[in-house]
């Protein structure tokens, strides 16, 4: 496959863990936005190789980066850093989060896995990798760890980094 396919793939994996943070972040954003409109979003959501093999769609490079900035702004933002911290020092606190059932940790990664079942096609995925919630929740931790890193130094390297290399998630999603 061809690497902007993992691009987009990529990029719709990290669009299901910012709306499984916030379900209204994304559309804040995008009604805040001169460059980028709601359309244009459904159309990355919806035309990649992971939901829909037959319907791949390729957006401008442009696009892309244009909404790269757009989440980086907000994840730059001190409220949003300061909860993906509590977040990560909550998981490694409690370590196993299957015993708390009120840590919010345990619900983001709820909600990735009812985002990501929903989203993404089991016939793409097998049905082992499917049914697996820890592969899915495992996926859902690097890609809150990938927008925790957005505000460091090499954070915008970092996103970018993780949406070209193909084979961060694609062991767990392409069946062998």
Not at 27 to 51: A, P, Q
Not at 55 to 84: A, G, H, M, P
């Amino acid at each position: 496959m061809d690497s902007h396919i993992f691009i987009k793939k990529n990029l719709d994996i990290l669009l299901i863990s910012i709306e499984s943070l916030d379900p209204y972040i994304l559309e804040d954003t995008i009604l805040k936005s001169n460059t980028f409109n709601l359309i244009e979003l459904f159309i990355i959501r919806n035309k990649n190789c992971m939901r829909y093999k037959n319907q791949i769609l390729f957006l401008k490079y442009c696009k892309i980066l244009i909404l790269l900035q757009e989440i980086s702004q907000i994840f730059c933002r001190v409220e949003i850093q300061q909860n993906l911290n509590n977040r990560f020092k909550e998981y490694i606190h409690f370590n196993n989060f299957a015993d708390s059932k009120e840590i919010e940790i345990n619900n983001y990664l709820k909600r990735f896995q009812v985002n990501y079942r929903k989203s993404i096609q089991p016939y793409l995925l097998g049905k082992t990798n499917y049914n697996s919630s820890k592969d899915i929740s495992n996926i859902g931790l690097v890609n809150l760890f990938i927008l925790y890193q957005i505000n460091s130094f090499k954070g915008t390297y970092i996103l970018l980094l993780y949406l070209i290399i193909k084979n961060i998630t694609i062991s767990l999603h392409l069946p062998r």
